[in-house]
């Protein structure tokens, strides 16, 4: 039989080295494990060994639920980075700038930092959505709409 000689600690190393934000929980169960088996060569009752093993299948349930939550974790992540990278080529296309470094990085390899806004053609949708309201908004309040008489216009303030 080509078995380790313990395949418990063998399955925890691989399990931290696959998972190393388990790290505690595992050498958790590790420290339990060894106390076991110091335990066993004294002997154990079965009563012992029972309450051990639940022990351990408690320990997994945890990591198990762990890990569930650190993946849903990550998909999150994923997620807003994805949204967030798109936003970001959204932008970039919106200011004719180039979507990898913005005219940034002399080592680019689109641009070779020549890409900064206005570089190239801007995209007109985009344009329209992100840049054009801004512009509009840095021009100046847009003329007050006709208010009723003798109704106030806070925003309304003439320069003589
Ligand atoms: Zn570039």
């Not at 939550?69 to 992540?77: F, G, I, S």
Request: negative net charge; proline residues 12%.
């Amino acid at each position: 039989m080509n078995s380790s000689p313990n395949p418990m600690l063998d399955m925890l190393s691989q399990l931290s080295a696959d998972r190393p934000e388990l790290q505690p929980l595992l050498e958790a169960m590790r420290t339990q494990h060894l106390t076991h088996a110091e335990e066993v060569e004294e002997g154990p009752t079965r009563e012992e060994l029972l309450l051990q093993n639940e022990q351990l299948v408690a320990l997994l349930k945890r990591a198990r639920h762990e890990i569930k939550r650190l993946d849903a974790l990550v998909e999150n992540l994923q997620q807003e980075t994805d949204a967030t990278a798109q936003l970001q080529h959204d932008l970039a296309a919106a200011l004719g700038a180039c979507p990898h470094c913005w005219g940034t990085d002399p080592g680019c390899g689109s641009c070779r930092g020549r890409g900064g806004p206005g570089a190239y053609p801007t995209d007109q949708p985009l344009y329209a959505r992100f840049v054009r309201p801004a512009v509009r908004r840095q021009a100046g309040p847009p003329p007050a709409p006709a208010a009723p008489a003798g109704a106030a216009n806070p925003t309304f303030n003439p320069q003589p």
